[in-house]
């Protein structure tokens, strides 16, 4: 094996690893149910804080989280990324441990053809007439949830829109991608901190309150916040962004079987319909990517 395939198969590795531990997160979130939510998410960000910023050390990068902090526009715009992958993260906990994973699931089945439509009508990307049939599909299937249902999909829709805003503007930060992630924990984590700080006055904190592994795994929360999202930094760079666009959709997938067969939350044939149809989106728009790719490597290799 060449050096160059040993790194793509580590990166593989990595990205899997990353959407697997995303994949099995209710599971972990659930053993914080003793927890409000908010505590739950500051716990989250502060401990990332520390994790990120200790491997960052570690690598000898912490030069660029100084460096992104010292530019006006990427503080600017990553104080605004921190607000959206808080929102996520705080509506994400929420909804796992009041029992709404598999409505949670559907958010990140979404999220890419959100983040089409962000491309369109933001960054002016054009679409072909497949790609307008997944994005109609997709529209067809959250409508097909809202009638019959008798309510919007709120959780998913606020996923899917709070994480890709998150990825629209952490595109037009030319910042690294685990440096950005030191610099929103850093600018969030003070205020996560104070509301600690105010819950432990007011006699309602968890943390040092109940038994030693809640403690231990509100403190692991950081590192299960802060390892995947390194894993999949380092998994991106090294293997093709169609194989990372087959992938993301192994964690959402976990999550609803998670919802379903551990958790037993319902699953009725009107949802298996919605979905149905928000998968068709997806495996068209996936369909037509790798068309394309297929289409475009002679080209490649004749250039």
């Not at 685990?178 to 006055?201: N, R, S, Y």
């Not at 030693?212 to 916040?225: C, E, K, Q, W, Y």
Request: proline residues 4%; positive net charge; aromatic residues 12%.
């Amino acid at each position: 094996m060449s050096a160059e395939e040993a790194e793509r198969r580590r990166g593989f590795l990595a990205a899997v690893s990353a959407f697997f531990i995303w994949g099995l997160l209710p599971l972990y979130l659930k053993q914080l149910h003793d927890t409000p939510s908010v505590q739950i998410m500051a716990h989250r960000v502060v401990w990332a804080c520390l994790f990120v910023f200790g491997y960052l050390a570690i690598k000898g990068e912490l030069g660029k989280v100084w460096a992104a902090l010292a530019d006006r526009v990427a503080r600017s715009r990553l104080a605004v990324s921190a607000v959206l992958v808080s929102v996520n993260w705080l509506i994400y906990v929420w909804a796992v441990t009041n029992g709404h994973v598999v409505e949670s699931s559907l958010g990140y089945f979404i999220n890419p053809l959100v983040s089409v439509l962000l491309g369109v009508f933001v960054l002016k990307e054009h679409l072909n007439r497949m790609q307008w049939i997944a994005v109609s599909l997709a529209a067809l299937g959250v409508l097909w949830l809202t009638l019959n249902v008798g309510r919007p999909p709120w959780i998913a829709l606020a996923l899917a829109l709070s994480f890709g805003g998150y990825g629209l503007i952490r595109k037009k930060v030319a910042v690294d991608s685990v440096a950005g992630l030191g610099v929103e924990t850093l600018l969030i984590a003070p205020i996560m901190l104070a509301w600690l700080f105010w819950c432990a006055q007011a006699g309602t904190l968890s943390f040092g309150h109940h038994d030693r592994l809640l403690d231990a795994l509100l403190i692991a929360s950081g590192a299960v916040t802060a390892v995947p999202l390194v894993a999949f930094a380092y998994g991106v760079r090294r293997i093709p962004l169609s194989t990372v666009g087959l992938l993301q959709y192994l964690g959402p997938t976990l999550q609803l079987i998670t919802g379903i067969f551990v958790f037993h939350e319902p699953f009725t044939q009107t949802q298996l319909i919605g979905f149905g149809l928000i998968w068709s989106a997806l495996a068209v728009y996936a369909g037509e990517g790798f068309w394309r790719s297929y289409r475009s490597r002679p080209a490649l290799a004749a250039a």
